[in-house]
């Protein structure tokens, strides 16, 4: 499974995920980092490695969208989730089962499988590891931790906490 951890802060978003891949049987580390840069985007996905292709190789937050700081929720739900909702309905592999996170320049947002989308106030996370993320972060404050070193120990303590999750951690600011 995955933990990614978001968190932002005025004019800066930072997201880090785990590599790994399980199941009932096993866990792998894959190369393949979970969070990519897209433009002046940041974005992670889970736990599809099938939507994680289609979201870095077909679809582009940059010509879609524009800058994340100029993004609005109206322009997210009529420019980006039609777009999705088509490509992704006509793929059965990618699942019914996923998660979306992206963001940039202070803005992040989630985006699950029914294409609802949530502005994110301070900071979020996904995948089997996201309540031991949570935990983490709630208890570290900005202004005694850069918001990188946050996310970061975040997913760290899921990978040390939960079966699912393991390193290495990929972290991207945008």
Known sequence: MTVIAGYRTEGVTCIAADSSASDD???????????????????????????????????????????????????????????????????????TDWCIMFGGMGNLWIMDADYAINEVETYASLGSGADYAMGAMSVMDEDDYLIADIAFKAAEAACSHSQSCCGPINLLLS
């Open 25 to 95: 049987a096993s866990i792998e580390s894959r190369l393949e980092p979970k969070v990519w840069e897209q433009g002046e985007w940041t974005v992670a996905s889970c736990p599809s490695f099938r939507l994680m292709q289609v979201l870095k190789y077909e679809i582009s937050f940059d010509s879609i969208l524009g800058s994340p700081d100029e993004t609005c929720m109206k322009e997210l739900v009529r420019k980006l989730v039609p777009l999705l909702k088509l490509r992704l309905d006509a793929d059965a592999s990618v699942g």
